[in-house]
């Protein structure tokens, strides 16, 4: 068993499963989010613990096959999990410190227009210790301390709801990051959406919205057929409701599909409050769309309605790192 894929109270269980003070549970955790890669790492332990939980348990990390770092200091990194199965993530620098945008599936099978990741269709779900892996791996790889975490890698992580909630109550548990430091993106899945709000959990919901209106919306978005923009926009509005948490809408700009000023004045009517978060299109093999020109009167028309708008800042475009452009890969080539 590898114990990422543990709650503490799982790893308490455990511990006193094998007759040893409870005590050591905690111990076993400190060590995990410190870094210890293996349980001979753990010195705390007495050294017939050590030999036992080497036979039985793990706290593996899953293996960097690439590891490439862009002009800005971005750091991307290509994981194979236990199955040989391989998923991107990436570590962004900011001045109050490190960011890891962690992926929830092996694929994703929303299969959205504009991103890369969907083009393989759903592989596997991730489990939460294959999400914490990916932070923690991120940290060792990078040498950066990582205070935030979005969930808005590779899949979505509300069709992974039950994991993704698990790999939430641990980080900001023995984890110790805080859930409004924590961002968890989705496509628009009403019901999964009101599920995660419930789930006490106060982070903040990222909705991919990319389109104001039903017609434009679906043929960039097919999970739009069946939730629609007003029902998409009526759950995050619940979820603020519950949780008290702003909800940041997310709008890529592609060149004549979404970008218009009657689209941009149609989303001000739709959108009550929240954020809105402009995000400048990352070109992505294949795909037949072009970065807006028309991203300042876009955001000027939303700033005018009294929404909140920013222009997302773009990293890791040297290295196919900005978001949509992360996918599952075996090329393992420096």
Request: glycine share 8%; with cysteine.
């Amino acid at each position: 068993m590898n114990f990422w894929d543990m709650t503490f109270d799982e790893i308490k269980a455990f511990v006193k499963e094998q007759g040893w003070p409870e005590y050591r549970a905690k111990q076993i955790c400190e060590r995990m989010y410190a870094g210890d890669a293996d349980f001979s790492e753990m010195s705390a332990l007495p050294k017939p613990m050590r030999e036992k939980l080497t036979e039985i348990a793990s706290v593996k990390l899953p293996e960097p096959l690439k590891v490439q770092t862009s002009k800005d200091g971005t750091v991307k990194v290509l994981w194979k999990f236990a199955d040989d199965n391989t998923a991107e993530s990436v570590l962004m620098r900011y001045k109050y410190g490190g960011s890891a945008c962690l992926s929830t599936q092996i694929g994703c099978r929303m299969n959205c227009a504009f991103c890369a990741t969907g083009e393989s269709g759903l592989v596997r779900n991730l489990t939460s210790g294959e999400m914490m892996g990916q932070l923690m791996g991120l940290k060792r790889e990078s040498g950066c301390e990582i205070s935030r975490a979005v969930l808005m890698g590779m899949g979505e992580p509300l069709d992974n709801l039950g994991e993704a909630i698990k790999f939430l109550h641990n980080v900001t548990g023995v984890g110790n990051m805080s859930a409004r430091h924590i961002s968890v993106s989705t496509c628009g899945i009403p019901d999964k959406i009101i599920e995660l709000a419930k789930s006490k959990i106060p982070v903040t919901l990222s909705v991919s919205l990319h389109a104001p209106d039903d017609e434009t919306r679906s043929r960039i978005m097919p999970i739009n057929k069946k939730y629609g923009v007003n029902a998409v926009i009526k759950a995050a509005e619940e979820y603020f409701r519950i949780t008290s948490r702003r909800v940041s809408y997310e709008y890529i700009m592609l060149d004549g599909i979404n970008d218009s000023a009657e689209q941009a004045e149609m989303l001000t009517k739709k959108l009550k409050g929240g954020h809105v978060n402009i995000i400048e299109y990352n070109a992505v093999k294949g795909k037949p769309f072009k970065p807006s020109r028309n991203i300042k009167r876009f955001t000027e028309i939303l700033g005018k309605s009294g929404l909140s708008v920013t222009v997302r800042r773009k990293l890791g475009h040297g290295i196919n790192a900005a978001c949509g452009q992360l996918k599952q890969s075996k090329d393992v080539k420096q």
